[in-house]
T-cell receptor
Framework: AQKITQTQPGMFVQEKEAVTLDCTYD???????LFWYKQPSSGEMIFLIY??????QNATEGRYSLNFQKARKSANLVISASQLGDSAMYFC???????????????FGKGTKLSVKP | GAVVSQHPSWVICKSGTSVKIECRSL??????MFWYRQFPKQSLMLMAT?????????EQGVEKDKFLINHASLTLSTLTVTSAHPEDSSFYIC???????????FGPGTRLTVL
């Protein structure tokens, strides 16, 4: 079974509108972290936002917010006021195990290609 | 945020040659670094976890003898693709985690083309 599922291969959004990118995860660990990364055409992986499994509040970073629904095992990314520069691949990822220490690798979903229309 | 550099950013080589890719953490000490491979329009697939001063841990299906990983210092890990073939052409990305932070930082990637 896939650990991270992103069901939207591609999404379109009008400039200045909000968009939600879906992500569901599968883990039996009680402690884990959820990440979203942006990958523009240059290939660089840009960290956007992080949510710890024990965090009670949804994470926010500027125009990015993470809609964390633990019971449903979903961690959707919401981008508000989309900009043309937001056009990129977006990957949801999970790291299992307790935070702290240097161990634990990220498991990535297949990604969603977001295109922002002017 | 922390910076991870990768060199070279792209390389073209002939089939049968070996290629070395360097990954450096510039402003923190990374006891663990990760090597990923990404085919066009696909996700990142973990190849191996590189631990400073010890042997790398390879994911299932990754040939240890083909993809040699060395993590000689807390700021440098290298991936050597030995006897490269066209099917090894891919985008290779390294990553490092600052043990004091939850974030995992990525290098800019190396695009390998084997002719």
């Amino acid at each position: 079974a896939q650990k991270i599922t992103q069901t939207q291969p591609g999404m379109f959004v009008q400039e200045k509108e909000a968009v939600t990118l879906d992500c569901t995860y599968d883990t039996s660990d009680q402690s884990y972290g959820l990440f979203w990364y942006k990958q523009p055409s240059s290939g660089e992986m840009i960290f956007l936002i992080y949510q710890g499994s024990y965090d009670e509040q949804n994470a926010t970073e500027g125009r990015y917010s993470l809609n964390f629904q633990k019971a449903r095992k979903s961690a959707n990314l919401v981008i508000s006021a989309s900009q043309l520069g937001d056009s990129a691949m977006y990957f949801c990822a999970m790291r299992e195990g307790p935070e702290g220490g240097s161990q634990g690798n990220l498991i990535f979903g297949k990604g969603t290609k977001l295109s922002v229309k002017p | 945020g922390a910076v991870v550099s990768q060199h070279p950013s792209w390389v073209i080589c002939k089939s049968g040659t070996s290629v070395k890719i360097e990954c450096r953490s510039l402003d923190f000490q990374a006891t663990t670094m990760f090597w990923y491979r990404q085919f066009p329009k696909q996700s990142l697939m973990l190849m191996a976890t590189s631990n400073e001063g010890s042997k790398a841990t390879y994911e299932q299906g990754v040939e240890k003898d083909k993809f040699l990983i060395n993590h000689a210092s807390l700021t440098l890990s290298t991936l050597t693709v030995t006897s490269a073939h066209p099917e090894d052409s891919s985008f290779y990305i390294c990553s490092a985690r600052d043990p004091l932070l939850f974030e995992q930082f990525f290098g800019p990637g190396t695009r390998l083309t084997v002719l």
